[in-house]
C-alpha cells in the first residue's frame, strides 16, 4: 500500500500472508505513520511538546504536566523550592502564542529589473528540482489550529475536551494563512520528511557536511543507513531571514547552504552548480525574498499578499486585538483548572 498525502510519497507498507506489515520501505517518517514536524530532526511532533522540552532544557523550568502531575516525578523535581513553575495554563498559552506568531512571505523589490532576477531565480529554483523535496504549497483542509494536539506524548497536555482553536486565516499577530475554501494554503517549502543528504563515503568528491552527528535522537535507520544522517526538510519561507544555515548553524550564506547538499540532494546540487552564475545568483536572490514580514501594529497594520503580483503591501485592518486577549483569558482559566478534573496520571511518563 503507498503512503501518499498531499501529494508526498512517504514510500510504502506491505502486507504479508502471514498477516504481519513490512515496514522497511516506509520514508522519512516514523513507523507509527505521524509527521512531526519540528527540530532539525523531526521528532517533535507539536509545538506544546517542544515548548515543554524548551522551558525545560534551556530555561531549567518544569511544567507541571511533565512534572508536579506525574506521581513518580512528584512535586518540586528538581529540588528548587518552587512547585507547579509552569502550569497547564502557561504551557498553553505560550504554544497559542508561538502558533499565533505571523506567517512568513516575500518581499519583492520595487525595481523592476531585480524583480525580473528574482522571477528568474524563482523559475530556475523549480527547474533544478529543488521543489521535489522544497514543496512551494500545502493545502489544508482544516484551516482552524486546535490546541492541545491529540498525538501529543504521554507527558504532555492533550486533553481534547479542553481545547482551544482559532482560525489561522483571519487571528493571530497577522500575516495570516491564505483560506481557500474551508481549509488553508501554507507556502512553506517542505514536504516535512526526512532526508539523508550525506553522500557514500566511498564517492568521488564525496559531500558529507551535514554528517557529522552523534546521536540518532529518535530518528530510524532507513535505507539502510543510520538515523543521525537524516534532517526534516529546511522550511525556506523565512530563509530570507534566518541567517546562519545548517542544522549547526555554522554556514553564513545560502550558497554555502546549497554547496553543501549530498546524498538525495546531491543531483539538484550539480545541477545549480553548473548554472551559469548568473542564475546561480538569481536563485539566492529568490530565495532571500522568502523573509519574516512585518507583524500587526499597535494602530492595526499588517502586511499581506496582493492577489496575482506576488507583492506585499501594507493595508489597515481591525479588530486585531481580540487574540491576545482571549490568550491572557485563557491563561488565567486554565491556572484555575480543578486539579480534580484531571486523571493521577496525567502527564506520566508511561515509556
Given at each position: 500500500m503507498?503512503?501518499?498525502?498531499k501529494?508526498?510519497?512517504?514510500g ?10 513490512d515496514l522497511?520501505q516506509?520514508e522519512?517518517i516514523?513507523?507509527?505513520l505521524?509527521i ?5 530532526a ?7 511538546q517542544?515548548?515543554?522540552?524548551a522551558m525545560?532544557?534551556h530555561?531549567?523550568?518544569?511544567a ?5 502531575l506525574?506521581?513518580?516525578k ?7 523550592g518552587?512547585e ?5 495554563g502557561?504551557i498553553?498559552a505560550t504554544?497559542l ?6 506567517v ?5 523589490p520595487?525595481n ?8 528568474r ?7 533544478i528540482?529543488?521543489?521535489?523535496c522544497?514543496i ?8 482552524f489550529y ?9 507527558d504532555?497536555?492533550?486533553d ?5 482553536s482559532y482560525?489561522?486565516?483571519?487571528q493571530?499577530e ?11 494554503v501554507?507556502r512553506?517549502?517542505t514536504?516535512f520528511?526526512?532526508?539523508n543528504?550525506?553522500?557514500e563515503?566511498?564517492?568521488s568528491?564525496?559531500i558529507r ?5 552523534q546521536?540518532?535522537q529518535?530518528r ?12 526534516i526538510t529546511?522550511?525556506?519561507w523565512?530563509?530570507?531571514?534566518s541567517?546562519?544555515y545548517?542544522?549547526?548553524?555554522d554556514l553564513?550564506?545560502?550558497?554555502d547552504?546549497?554547496l553543501?547538499?549530498?546524498?538525495e ?7 545549480f ?5 548568473d ?10 525574498t522568502l ?9 492595526g497594520?499588517?502586511v499581506?499578499k496582493t492577489?496575482?503580483t506576488?507583492d506585499w503591501?501594507?493595508?489597515s485592518?481591525?479588530?486585531?486585538i481580540?487574540l ?5 483569558v485563557?491563561?488565567l482559566?486554565?491556572r484555575r483548572l ?6 493521577p496520571?496525567e502527564?506520566?511518563d508511561k515509556?
Amino acid at each position: 500500500m503507498s503512503l501518499l498525502a498531499k501529494g508526498i510519497s512517504f514510500g510504502q507498507i506491505t502486507a504479508n500472508p502471514d498477516s504481519s506489515l513490512d515496514l522497511s520501505q516506509i520514508e522519512g517518517i516514523d513507523s507509527d505513520l505521524i509527521i512531526r514536524p519540528f527540530h532539525q530532526a523531526g521528532v517533535v511532533v507539536s509545538i506544546r511538546q517542544f515548548t515543554n522540552n524548551a522551558m525545560n532544557h534551556h530555561h531549567g523550568m518544569q511544567a507541571e504536566e511533565r512534572f508536579d502531575l506525574d506521581p513518580v516525578k512528584g512535586k518540586d523535581y528538581d529540588q528548587d523550592g518552587v512547585e507547579q513553575e509552569l502550569t497547564i495554563g502557561d504551557i498553553t498559552a505560550t504554544t497559542l502564542f508561538q502558533a499565533s506568531l505571523g506567517v512568513p512571505g516575500r518581499v519583492l523589490p520595487e525595481n523592476t529589473d531585480e524583480r525580473a532576477i528574482v522571477l528568474r531565480g524563482e523559475e530556475a529554483f523549480h527547474q533544478i528540482e529543488c521543489t521535489s523535496c522544497h514543496i512551494p504549497e500545502l493545502r489544508l483542509e482544516n484551516r482552524f489550529y486546535s490546541e492541545p494536539n491529540p498525538y501529543n506524548p504521554s507527558d504532555n497536555f492533550s486533553d481534547l475536551d479542553q481545547a482551544y482553536s482559532y482560525d489561522t486565516t483571519t487571528q493571530g499577530e497577522g500575516p495570516y494563512l491564505d483560506r481557500e475554501g474551508e481549509g488553508a494554503v501554507v507556502r512553506a517549502y517542505t514536504d516535512f520528511k526526512r532526508h539523508n543528504l550525506c553522500d557514500e563515503l566511498d564517492r568521488s568528491e564525496s559531500i558529507r557536511y551535514y554528517c557529522n552527528e552523534q546521536l540518532a535522537q529518535d530518528r530510524p535507520d532507513q535505507d539502510g543507513k543510520s538515523g543521525e544522517e537524516f534532517f526534516i526538510t529546511r522550511k525556506l519561507w523565512d530563509v530570507g531571514s534566518s541567517a546562519p544555515y545548517g542544522h549547526r548553524g555554522d554556514l553564513t550564506t545560502i550558497t554555502d547552504a546549497i554547496l553543501n547538499h549530498g546524498g538525495e540532494a546531491r543531483e539538484a546540487r550539480d545541477v545549480f552548480v553548473n548554472l551559469p552564475l548568473d542564475d546561480q545568483e538569481a536563485v539566492v536572490k529568490f530565495l532571500k525574498t522568502l523573509q519574516v514580514l512585518p507583524p500587526v501594529s499597535p494602530l492595526g497594520e499588517t502586511v499581506l499578499k496582493t492577489a496575482g503580483t506576488r507583492d506585499w503591501q501594507i493595508i489597515s485592518i481591525s479588530g486585531v486585538i481580540l487574540l491576545p486577549v482571549t490568550l491572557i483569558v485563557l491563561a488565567l482559566w486554565y491556572r484555575r483548572l480543578d486539579k480534580s478534573d484531571i486523571p493521577p496520571d496525567e502527564g506520566a511518563d508511561k515509556n
